[in-house]
Nanobody, 121 residues
Framework: QVRLVESGGGWVQAGGSLRLSCKAS????????MGWYRQAPGKQRELVAGITSGGSPNYADSVKGRLTISGVNAANTVYLQMNSLKSEDTAVYYC???????????????WGQGTQVTVST
């Protein structure tokens, strides 16, 4: 069993910053990709940013230049630094661990419980 715990969400005015954190724990040998997704009311869940175990990031076009993903591979932890936030960034943000492997060789994909980010104008 693998558990992802997110923290750092909250309320901020437009133009402000927030930092999200996510730590994976449990039966983990390795995780190849960790990422952040978000889901706004009435919309589908979308990828915000992801990072590989080798440190290669990728971003949705809508957040490039404003959000930065980073990770501590050995600690199975990923962060999302969010600057210059806009009202359209308001959503529930979910952490994801993809292409993970347990010590027994089982491949997994797990989600966190989500953390609310609200940006007011």
């Amino acid at each position: 069993q693998v558990r992802l715990v997110e923290s750092g969400g909250g309320w901020v005015q437009a133009g402000g910053s927030l930092r999200l954190s996510c730590k994976a724990s449990g039966s983990i040998f390795s995780i190849n990709v960790m990422g952040w997704y978000r889901q706004a009311p009435g919309k589908q869940r979308e990828l915000v940013a992801g990072i590989t175990s080798g440190g290669s990031p990728n971003y949705a076009d809508s957040v490039k230049g404003r959000l930065t993903i980073s990770g501590v591979n050995a600690a199975n932890t990923v962060y999302l630094q969010m600057n210059s936030l806009k009202s359209e960034d308001t959503a529930v943000y979910y952490c994801n661990a993809d292409k993970g492997v347990t010590p027994s060789g089982v491949v997994f994909n797990y989600w966190g419980q989500g953390t609310q980010v609200t940006v007011s104008t």
